[in-house]
Nanobody, 116 residues
Framework: QVQLVESGGGLVQPGGSLRLSCAGS????????MSWHRQAPGKERELVAS????????IYVDSVKGRFTISRDNAKNTVYLQMNALKPEDTAVYYC?????????WGPGTQVTVSS
């Protein structure tokens, strides 16, 4: 079955960096676009970044452009989100997602807290 597992979250000070990882299994990872989403308390889940199978097609929400970078390593079945210059408003649970056979699959999420 399709599984996604995120890791790398934690507590970081404003201006700091974190790298999130999402390991996928149960599907042909290299054939699937992948995306990162986040949900802050009291807010709807939003798309943060996505990456195509070809790795060169990336999309970012305006609020993270220039600070976050999405990448993937198909040999490791892993997608990454490098987050730099973190701000308190980046605090959220971060989820990775893929679509397989017309169904969305989500990981359980990893908490990112940006606070001094």
């Amino acid at each position: 079955q399709v599984q996604l597992v995120e890791s790398g979250g934690g507590l970081v000070q404003p201006g700091g960096s974190l790298r999130l990882s999402c390991a996928g299994s149960g599907f042909t990872f290299s054939a699937n676009a992948m995306s990162w989403h986040r949900q802050a308390p009291g807010k709807e889940r939003e798309l943060v970044a996505s990456i195509s199978t070809a790795e060169t097609g990336t999309i970012y929400v305006d609020s993270v452009k220039g600070r976050f970078t999405i990448s993937r390593d198909n040999a490791k079945n892993t997608v990454y989100l490098q987050m730099n210059a973190l701000k308190p408003e980046d605090t959220a649970v971060y989820y990775c997602k893929t679509k397989y056979l017309w169904r969305d699959y989500w990981g359980p999420g990893t908490q990112v807290t940006v606070s001094s």
